[in-house]
Structure formats: C-alpha cells, structure tokens
C-alpha cells in the first residue's frame, strides 16, 4: 500500500504550469454545455472559456485537454483560429492528455483571451489507480453504463494550469434517471426529451467535477447545524451517519481554528463514486465536495466492520483552508491538511489516538534516506515525497505549534490562510512569514532544508514531543 499512497498523492496536488504576474489571478471563466453518454463512453462539449492574457506568450496560447478529444470548433475573441496539437509539457501524470498550441489571431491588449470551442470524442478507459500496476497510466475519471467520474485527471475540459482559481457555469446532460454532482451549487434540475438537464454554479473553485450515477441515494444530514449531503449506492446507513457527524464536527473544529472558508451554498457533498479502486484514502476534496472511492470503503468495512476514514476525510476537509501553496509550494498544502486532521483527531478523538498517529510520523520520517530530498526541495514525482511532504511537514508545524503555544500558533494559522487564500504560494512566502511569527526564528531553517529525516538540531527536542 505505500508505494500506492505515495504515488497516489502526486494526484491530490496544484501543478506549477503557470505563475501569474497579478497579486490575485484572475479566475479562468467557463460556461460550458456538456452532454454525456454513458452507454457509449462519449462526452461533446460546447461553450466559452475566458482566460487571462497572461497566460498567453508570444501570440501562442496552449492548454491541455483529453487526448482523444477532436475539436471541431475554435475562435479567439471571435474570429477563427489555427491550432495543432502537441505532446504534454510538464511532469504532472496525467495519463490520458495532450497539448493543445492555438495561434492568437491577433495581438490583443485586453486583460482576458475569449475563447469559443466546440469537441466531442470517447473518454479513455484506463484502469483506476491500484487496480494495475501501471500507476502512470491508471485513471480514476471514467464514463460508462454504472458510472460518470470527471475532474482534472483526464483535462476532460481545456485546462492551464491546478491550483489557479477557477469559475464556472455548467450545463450537463445526462439520460433520465442519472444523478449528477458538480462543482459548485445546482441552480437548475429539469427533465426534457428524455434528458436529465442540470445546471450547476461554481464561483471560487481549481477543477469543473462531474460525477454522476443512476444508482446515487441522497442522504441529508444537518448534524449540529452544518448541512451534509452524502451520496453512496451501497453503503450501511450507520456508517453514512457516522460520517455526516464527523464531517460537521470537523468543519465546526477547522472554522473555529481558521475562520470560514469557501464551502459553496454552505453544504458540504461526500460522494462515495462507486468505483471498484481508485485514489487512496479518502480520496480528494474541491470546495465543498469530497470524493471517495465507494470500493475502497466497501473493502475497509468487509475487513473492519469499525473501519472510519476519519483521519483521511479530515485531511480533505483541511484542504477547503489549504489550497493554495502553488508548484513546489503544493507541500504548504499537504502539511497543513494532514497536520490539522491530526488535531481533528486529537479534539474530537483523543490524546492517545494521536500520540498513535504522530509516533507513527517520526518512525516513517526517522526512516528516510539521509539524502531524501529537504521539504524546500521535494518535488511532487520524488521518492518518498509522501512522507517528506505530508509527514515531516506535519512534524515542523508541530515542532513551531510548541516554540509559539497553541494560542499563539492558531490565531498565525488563520493569518497566514488569510493572508494567501487564493493567491499561489511557495516555501520563501511560508519561511518568511513563520519567521516572522516566531520567537526562536531559528527553528524554520533546519525544518526546511535538511535533507534526510528529523534534523539534527531538533531531533531530541522532537523525539519527546
Ligand atoms: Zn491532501
């Protein structure tokens, strides 16, 4: 399972495509109309995608989108552009896309590229991650007769760059009977010509997510006054119930600690997508949505019937706060989110639980080759980058959680995510503001760039806490 894990957490991740010049980027804008076949395994789409100039260089505008997509329609601010299409630039996996390189027709002083596009084609089927070998060419994004899975894997949609803000409005037609969920909120749910026509709405997001099924049940919670909506096709109610009250107790814990974040409509979606495998954990988390491989979660309650994915939802929750540490900085991301599903799990489990979970953090970091990659290094495809990345991140927060006092620590939590919500981050912007926040200044240094396990200053002081 670990090299599983480690893999599958290059998926959960901001790619460092682009960088934008602005203080706050502005969003890339969708309005999309996108009628799906199940039976067939097609997908046509049609629509708008507004982009910031900045983007573009040298009157060449790139994206990447499915590899077997056919476009059958491109204009640029209204007239008709050339295009060819291109290997994938970058080491992000994505297993399933190609470039796509549009000549601007003219140059254009305006702040955003319009740009109309019309494409259809059948969507790849590749086996879900731990369900072969080949981890570079599994794909959890899939349409067929039991099920629709749709996000950024698959560049089901023309995409630029993760982690970059995007808005979107879309149209999705499904045959009657299928329920659908989408990022944002459903404005619009009608039935017409045999058609299941929704709407949905998308303000603050990273990714457009379709996942629809014909055997999706609703469950609706309102557990201590957050609204939960969980979606499964096969999973015993209790569980479903337990869950919805830990995704309250969770989102109330984190909002206390941080403030509000953007949960769109204020509810937050579990959806359990009835894939047989799939990405691990708990999956993966947009605003407001979590996705969560029902198989997995079938196969966990078959060898445990205690079986909680706590820890892992928790991680996604964090994530609704931790989104923003762009490129290398996706580390920023990845400790936060697993460091505060560790005080998930000591406020609403118990000390002891966690003094199991961070004991179980230093032996893994302890175990590291002295020349792993330091965590102002680390990049994403790295060798044990999961546990550099997620572990050894949790165990500084925690390392400057002690130097600070928990007080003092969580009021600079909320500042540092107030200070760079929606602007991409990177390690200098996280070295210098928690620096700036603490008393012994020293302690950051030695955290980031070691190579190898603890280091070697704090290695004692850590191994007590
Ligand atoms: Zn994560």
Redesign the pocket.
Known sequence: MRSLRIFV?IL??TIPVLLYAEDRPSPTTYDLQVSIEPVAGTIAVHGTVDVPSSVATAAILKFNLHETMEITKLLIDGKSATFAYAPLEGSFPLPATRGVVVNLPAASAQRMIHMEIAYQGPLMALPEFGASPDMRRSMDDQINSRMVELAFYSSWFPQFAFGLPVKSELTLSLPQKWISICSGKRTEDTIAAGRAITHWSSAKDVDIVILASPDYKLTQLQESGVPVEIYDTQLPEPFIRQDGEQIASVLKLYTAKLGETNVPNGVVRHVYSPKRKGQGRAG??RPGLIVTSEGRTLEGLASDPNFSLFQGVA??I??YW?NFGAGQGDWI??AF??YFSTIAVENLNSESALSAVMADYRKQVSALPPDAPSVSNVQMTDQSSFVIR?YKGSLMLNAIRHAMGDEKFFQACHEFFETYRGKPAGTEEFRSFWKSKLDQAGLIDPWLDSRGGLPPAVNEHAAQR
Request: hydrophobic letters at 45%; charged letters at 20%.
């Open positions: 957490s959960i991740l993966f988390a991680h996604e964090a994530h931790w991301n990845e989110a697993e997620y």
